[in-house]
């Protein structure tokens, strides 16, 4: 979910490129990734390099902590006035996983910027102290370990 927090709900943003899943939205040098929800597509006259404004519809905080968001972005395409709504629980699959790897019993979890890890009863190598190593093992779902790929824990 991208943070528009800080920006000016009146501000134009352009398309940029428009994929099955997800589009981007430049605001100047910045790249912006939404994603669709599934069976979700951007209307017909969505075009690459078109103007677009995008306002955030937050929900409450209370309501995020319970997971119940219905939060949403309301884009609308400048030249047609069309409006679409993209769902904020549908970015949030990018957000606070947490993985295991059953063979070595590893688990990694982002906690804020930071990544961290639990392995039960055991000492672990260092390695597993190592940010960019944590980084890459919760990115890419591989083992630091032992290689295997790592299951998301509900």
Known sequence: MPNLSCYNPAMHYKLGWI??????????????VFDLAEGQTLPPEFKEGDG??????PDH??????GMNSGYYEVTHLESGTKIKLAHKTSEWRFDKK?????????????GENYIY????????????????????????????CGCAMNELS
Do not use: S, W
């Not at 099955?20 to 910045?30: I, L, R, W, Y």
């Not at 677009?52 to 519809?57: F, P």
């Open 19 to 32: 994929g099955t899943a997800a589009f981007q939205v430049m605001d100047g040098p910045k790249e912006l």
């Open 52 to 57: 677009i404004d995008i306002v955030l519809h």
């Open 61 to 66: 905080p209370a309501n995020i902590a319970m």
């Open 99 to 111: 993985l295991t790897c059953e063979p070595c019993d590893l688990r990694v979890e982002k906690n």
């Open 118 to 145: 639990k392995k039960p009863g055991v000492v672990v190598p260092t390695k597993l102290e190592n940010y960019h190593v944590l980084r890459q093992a919760y990115e890419t779902r591989i083992c630091p370990l």
